[in-house]
């Protein structure tokens, strides 16, 4: 699997826009970028996800850089639920086995 | 629809029992996953089935730990004998063929072996 480098953690005002940003430099052609976030005590569950253009959700947006090396999920606003641990993954087209990494956990300051 | 369905939610056993957890997916997916979540290793695949078939357990730790789909809507990770290395949270997710391989997960299955 392509692997995807994120920072550890991160801290936002709420109230604030976030940026979370992923690193791919070895992503293939045929790879989407999926992201996931797990809050406390709950399973991991999907927020957006995109392959070479930039993507807007209820949730959040997705910014693909260019040569898709890299790409940021911003949240306009955070709020404290949106407190959690953010899963960036790069996917195969069609294929299903993905593997999380660390993830960023971000911390939303009241 | 009421989401992947994990039971038991917390499972406390003793060393050398056996232990099941169980999965629901979500009606009309045809893929469903086993994970299991532990502070030193993340997030890490176990096993995933596509139409109740075993695709790839490559990710099973040892012959202690087996996995079973007998129909579409209903899995079960079985571990015998248990062993306190084994304590982790385990999650079930689910995704359908043309869904964007958009899984959907359970949540959890929090497992304590003494």
């Known amino acids: 699997d392509a692997k995807t480098t994120q920072p550890n953690s991160m801290e936002s005002n709420e109230e604030e826009p976030v940026h979370l940003p992923c690193n791919h430099s070895?992503?293939?052609?045929?790879?989407?970028i999926h992201w996931y976030r797990q809050l406390p005590s709950q399973g991991p569950e999907y927020v957006i996800h995109?392959?070479?253009s930039n993507v807007n959700n209820r949730m959040a947006s997705l910014a693909i850089a260019e040569d898709r090396k890299s790409s940021t999920l911003i949240l306009h606003r955070a709020t404290l639920r949106d407190a959690a641990v953010y899963y960036c993954?790069?996917?195969?087209?069609?294929?299903?086995?993905?593997?999380f990494g660390t993830g960023t956990k971000l911390q939303v300051i009241p | 629809d009421a989401g992947v369905i994990q039971s038991p939610r917390h499972e406390v056993t003793e060393m050398g029992q056996e232990v099941t957890l169980r999965c629901k997916p979500i009606?009309?997916?045809?893929?469903l996953f086993w994970y299991r979540q532990t502070m030193m290793r993340g997030l890490e695949l176990l096993i995933y089935?596509?139409?109740?078939?075993?695709?790839?357990d490559s990710g099973m730790p040892e012959d202690r730990f087996s996995a079973k789909m007998p129909n579409a809507s209903f899995s079960t990770l079985k571990i015998q004998p248990s062993e306190p290395r084994d304590s982790a949270v385990y999650f079930c997710?689910?995704?359908?063929?043309?869904?964007?391989?958009?899984?959907?997960f359970g949540a959890g299955t929090r497992l304590s072996v003494l």
């Open positions: 997710a689910s995704s359908r063929t043309g869904g964007s391989d958009i899984q959907y």
């Open positions: 070895t992503i293939s052609g045929t790879d989407y």
């Open positions: 995109g392959l070479t």
């Open positions: 993954i790069l996917r195969t087209g069609g294929y299903q086995k993905v593997t």
């Open positions: 009606s009309g997916h045809d893929y």
């Open positions: 089935f596509n139409n109740n078939v075993p695709i790839d």
